[in-house]
């Protein structure tokens, strides 16, 4: 993880153990090689393709294209994925944990009901008010079609850098080095693609840059 995102999750967590969270990172930093690996293996169906129910579907009637969007639903075309960046994690409340429980990211477990619903409400809570010390949540349903991801924290003040600084061309030229599976399909909807499964619009962004000060520390800490 980014040095900054580091210290600004450090005082996120400070504040959820207060509120009686365990926060903690299931997942952060996942580099090329790893997404290139869940993507293959998705193709080549080795690993499942959910719908968005958050369940399995018979991908063996689907064509190239099809097959694409489908795993993109839950899965970052490998280059585009913001867990490149440093700046994004997968949380869950490890108070709700048992010992040893692998963690299973499911919607319903953020729902209201499920096992880290209470997390969920506190950092809706702490996000719309500008609170979360820059994090804030990309994958909302709204504005992106990527699936909706409560667990997904995205570091604000980088992120948003990493994305206007973002190269498709570059993209296209990792994607011929690294022989990615359904490279052709991806080839021919790039632009589709990274405009509905890459690109979050600036206004999901607000919230959190407004509860920054550019200098590395939270206004509303």
Same mark, same amino acid.
């Given at each position: 993880?980014?040095?900054?995102?580091?210290?600004?999750?450090v005082?996120l967590?400070?504040?959820?153990?207060?509120?009686g969270?365990?926060l903690r990172?299931a997942?952060?930093?996942?580099?090329f090689?790893?997404?290139a690996a869940i993507?293959n293996?998705?193709a %080549?169906g080795?690993?499942?393709?959910?719908? *968005?129910?958050?369940?399995?579907?018979?991908?063996?009637g689907?064509d190239?294209t099809?097959?694409?969007?489908a795993?993109?639903r839950?899965?970052a075309?490998?280059?585009?994925?913001r867990?490149?960046?440093?700046?994004?994690?997968?949380?869950?409340? %490890?108070?709700r944990?048992?010992?040893g429980?692998?963690?299973d990211?499911r919607?319903a477990?953020?729902?209201?009901?499920?096992?880290?619903a @209470?997390l969920h409400?506190?950092?809706?809570?702490?996000?719309?008010?500008?609170?979360a010390?820059?994090?804030?949540?990309p994958?909302?349903?709204?504005?992106?079609a990527?699936?909706?991801?409560?667990?997904?924290?995205?570091?604000?003040p980088?992120?948003?850098?990493?994305?206007?600084?973002?190269? @498709?061309? *570059?993209?296209?030229?990792?994607?011929?080095?690294?022989?990615?599976?359904?490279?052709?399909a991806?080839?021919?909807?790039?632009?589709q693609i990274?405009?509905?499964?890459?690109e979050?619009?600036?206004?999901?962004y607000?919230a959190a840059?407004g509860?920054?000060?550019?200098?590395g520390?939270?206004e509303?800490?």
């Open positions: 993880m980014h040095p900054a995102a580091i210290e600004a999750l005082r967590r400070a504040d959820a153990r207060k509120a969270f365990d990172v997942s952060g930093f996942r580099s090689e790893r997404q993507w293996a998705k %080549a080795l690993r499942p393709v959910l719908d *968005a129910g958050e369940r399995p579907i018979d991908v063996r689907l190239d099809a097959l694409v969007f795993i993109l839950w899965s075309l490998p280059g585009a994925s867990h490149h960046w440093g700046t994004d994690m997968d949380v869950v409340d %490890a108070e944990l048992e010992p429980q692998p963690v990211l919607v477990d953020a729902d209201e009901g499920g096992v880290f @209470p409400r506190w950092l809706d809570e702490r996000i719309a008010s500008g609170r010390h820059g994090f804030f949540r994958y909302t349903g709204a504005g992106c990527v699936a909706p991801e409560p667990w997904h924290l995205s570091f604000a980088l992120a948003w850098e990493c994305q206007r600084g973002f190269d @498709p061309t *570059a993209l296209a030229a990792a994607h011929r080095r690294a022989a990615l599976a359904l490279h052709a991806i080839d021919g909807a790039r632009e990274l405009q509905r499964y890459f979050v619009p600036a206004r999901l607000a840059l509860g920054w000060d550019g200098a520390r939270a509303h800490a």
